[in-house]
Each structure stands twice: as structure tokens, then as C-alpha cells.
């Protein structure tokens, strides 16, 4: 039995209709009818002999099986996005600064510049970790090209572009009992954190006393303090991992959703094809 091929514009189009939700505005993103995309979903799910959506009224959401391929269809356009730039896209060499926060800089980054250093080998890029705050300074300062910030939802963007936003949960060790002591005790970052900002708003507002019993600017350190049961913390929801897990249905408030802007000194070839790098990489979080 011969194996049918996954066709690249199949899956753009499939990734589209899962980011997007509906096949009205996928349709729009890649430039198709609604009907055509319906057509090539049809086609795909009958050449898979699964079903990869659930088609409701207003909105369109995965299955499991559509979760699967969600995952080997970002991957195999990367891959194929990769592959076609190392042989038409131009030659960039040089130097190109960036800065992150610690959660991006550790479990994210890594592997958006591995993919990077693949395509554009002879780019030196230089990453420096620390707060919203230093490296927008060190932004003005002219010793970064880029860099990602943290802001509240309440907040709003003052500068860059959103490339990603998640909610923020209640995290804790599995089977541990810090978020049933009161005070509440809360490991947190320093005066400034967007995060801090947000979940003590939200305990404010729900009367819930607290106290800040593990100061840490990294989430290795937070990480560690829920890990020795010592308190709770607020955490993207991607980022909670065994053995940690999301607290609910303990009556804490919800804190909300945060956002990654992207912020820019300018743009050329070279700054373009890192900052898409990035943007690209944080999408697939969604």
C-alpha cells in the first residue's frame, strides 16, 4: 500500500484553520475560499482516515488526532521553510543582539537559535537574560537589536509587537499543601514583574492574604521553591510540568493572561530573519 504524502499548502492551510479557529478567517490568512479549505480538510481527513476537527456553529476545534498533526505540521513546515532559505535566501552574515526573560532564554530560545544558527550559519547572536525593564535600557542603549518583554493584560502594549500571549495559573508540587496555608505564601520575582503585578492585583481584589516567601528573578529558583513545598507561584500554563501541577478549584482567584511584545531598535535582512525565527517558534506555543 503505497503511503499518501502530506502536502505542504494541505498543511499550512490545516494549521491555519487550528490557529485560527474558524475557516472563515484561516481562509483569509492564507489566502483561499472557505469552501477550498474545506475541500482540502475533506481530502486530508479521508487520506489520514481520521477526523481532525470538530465542526461546531461558530468555530472549529481540534481532535486528538488533530492535535497530533497540529504538532508534525508546524514542524514539517519549519522543515521545509529551513530547507528552501538555505539554498534561495541571501547570504547574511554578521552580528545581532537579543534580549528575553529567563522562562523564554531557558526552555524556549535555545532551540529558535539552533534552527537559526541551520539556516544562517555565518550570524553571530548574542542573548542576554534579564528583566523587561534592564533590557529595554540596554534596547535605548543601542546594545541590543531585540528584545522580548513581559506585559500584564491590564497593561496594554506601549511599544513592539505581541507574538504571544497565555494565561498565567496557580503552580505548586503534586501532592504538596503550600496553597492551603495562610497566609499564602507565594514565590515570586522582584518589584517590577509584570507576573508579580498581576497575581497580587488578583489577590488583592479577592481578599486573600498573602506573603512573599521566595524571592527569585529566575523560574529555576521559583521552580525550586514549589518544589520543596515551600509555596506556590504564578506560572504560564505551558511551563507546568510534572512534578509540578496547575492548582484549581481551590478558591484562588484567576490572575489572568500575560503577553510577550517583540521590541525592535530597527529592521534590515538580518534582524527580519531572527525576529521571524522568534515570532514563528512562539506561535506554535498557542
Known amino acids: 500500500m503505497k503511503i499518501p504524502l502530506l502536502d505542504s499548502d494541505v498543511l499550512r492551510s490545516f494549521v491555519a484553520i487550528a490557529e485560527c479557529g474558524t475557516f472563515t478567517s484561516a481562509a483569509k490568512a492564507v489566502?483561499?475560499?472557505?469552501?477550498?479549505?474545506?475541500?482540502?480538510?475533506?481530502?486530508?481527513?479521508?487520506?489520514?482516515?481520521?477526523?481532525?476537527?470538530?465542526?461546531?456553529?461558530?468555530?472549529?476545534?481540534?481532535?486528538?488526532?488533530?492535535?497530533?498533526?497540529?504538532?508534525?505540521?508546524?514542524?514539517?513546515?519549519?522543515?521545509?521553510?529551513?530547507?528552501?532559505?538555505?539554498?534561495?535566501?541571501?547570504?547574511?552574515?554578521?552580528?545581532?543582539?537579543?534580549?528575553?526573560?529567563?522562562?523564554?532564554g531557558t526552555r524556549i530560545l535555545p532551540e529558535v537559535l539552533a534552527e537559526f544558527a541551520r539556516s544562517y550559519p555565518a550570524v553571530q547572536v548574542d542573548v542576554v537574560v534579564g528583566s523587561?525593564?534592564?533590557?529595554?535600557?540596554?534596547?535605548?542603549?543601542?546594545?541590543?537589536?531585540?528584545?522580548?518583554?513581559?506585559?500584564?493584560?491590564?497593561?496594554?502594549?506601549?511599544?513592539?509587537?505581541?507574538?504571544?500571549?497565555?494565561?498565567?495559573?496557580?503552580?505548586?508540587?503534586?501532592?504538596?499543601?503550600?496553597?492551603?496555608r495562610s497566609p499564602l505564601p507565594l514565590a515570586m520575582a522582584h518589584e517590577g514583574c509584570a507576573w508579580r503585578r498581576m497575581t497580587l492585583r488578583a489577590l488583592d481584589r479577592a481578599g486573600i492574604a498573602y506573603r512573599i516567601a521566595y524571592t527569585c528573578e529566575h523560574c529555576s529558583g521559583q521552580e525550586a521553591a514549589m518544589l520543596a513545598d515551600l509555596a506556590i507561584a504564578p506560572f504560564p500554563k505551558s511551563l507546568v510540568k510534572p512534578p509540578l501541577r496547575e492548582i484549581t478549584g481551590e478558591a484562588?482567584?484567576?490572575?489572568?493572561?500575560?503577553?510577550?511584545?517583540?521590541?525592535?531598535?530597527?529592521?534590515?535582512?538580518?534582524n527580519d530573519a531572527l525576529a521571524s525565527h522568534v515570532k514563528e517558534a512562539l506561535q506554535s506555543l498557542r
Open 252 to 270: 484562588l482567584p484567576s490572575i489572568g493572561s500575560y503577553q510577550l511584545a517583540l521590541v525592535r531598535r530597527g529592521s534590515d535582512p538580518l
Open 132 to 180: 523587561s525593564k534592564q533590557n529595554l535600557a540596554r534596547l535605548d542603549a543601542g546594545e541590543l537589536d531585540m528584545t522580548l518583554v513581559t506585559v500584564a493584560d491590564e497593561a496594554g502594549i506601549s511599544r513592539g509587537e505581541i507574538v504571544h500571549q497565555e494565561p498565567l495559573v496557580w503552580a505548586g508540587r503534586e501532592g504538596a499543601s503550600a496553597f492551603q
Open 31 to 104: 489566502h483561499r475560499t472557505p469552501s477550498a479549505l474545506s475541500m482540502q480538510i475533506k481530502q486530508l481527513e479521508k487520506n489520514l482516515g481520521k477526523t481532525l476537527f470538530i465542526r461546531e456553529p461558530r468555530q472549529v476545534t481540534l481532535t486528538a488526532e488533530g492535535e497530533v498533526l497540529l504538532d508534525y505540521g508546524r514542524r514539517l513546515l519549519r522543515l521545509n521553510e529551513e530547507a528552501v532559505q538555505h539554498f534561495i535566501a541571501p547570504t547574511l552574515e554578521g552580528k545581532v543582539g537579543i534580549g528575553t526573560s529567563d522562562d523564554i
